[in-house]
Nanobody, 121 residues
Framework: VELVESGGGSVQAGGSLRLSCAAS????????MGWFRQAPGKEREGVAT???????SYTNSVRGRFTISTDTAKKTLYLQMNSLKPEDTAMYYC????????????????WGQGTQVTVSS
């Protein structure tokens, strides 16, 4: 399984970015995928997850601003990030798992290399 993130960059507060995660060797429509982030000096935190029924979960700090989605035909996971804040600055990682609970507190098996998001005030 290979996960490759893209779409990170630098934006001003209030701006938007869309992250993408291309998956290979993995079937999106039967599994759980998620986005995680880690800021310098902080622990990694779960941002959002989506399961094979399209059920999503979000951490409180991004709910209403971020949207997770998948395109199973393209085997791609997305994270639309709106109304970005400086505290959203972090390395964002795509992850996947194939059994058990699907939420931001679950243990994921496969991980991408990350894409940097920087939000300036």
């Amino acid at each position: 399984v290979e996960l490759v993130e893209s779409g990170g960059g630098s934006v001003q507060a209030g701006g938007s970015l869309r992250l993408s995660c291309a998956a290979s060797g993995y079937t999106l429509n039967t599994n759980c995928m998620g986005w995680f982030r880690q800021a310098p000096g902080k622990e990694r935190e779960g941002v959002a997850t989506i399961d094979d029924d399209g059920i999503t979960s979000y951490t409180n700090s991004v709910r209403g601003r971020f949207t997770i989605s998948t395109d199973t035909a393209k085997k791609t996971l997305y994270l639309q990030m709106n109304s970005l804040k400086p505290e959203d600055t972090a390395m964002y990682y795509c992850a996947a798992k194939d059994d058990g609970a699907c939420n931001i507190h679950a243990t994921f098996t496969w991980w991408g290399q990350g894409t940097q998001v920087t939000v300036s005030s």
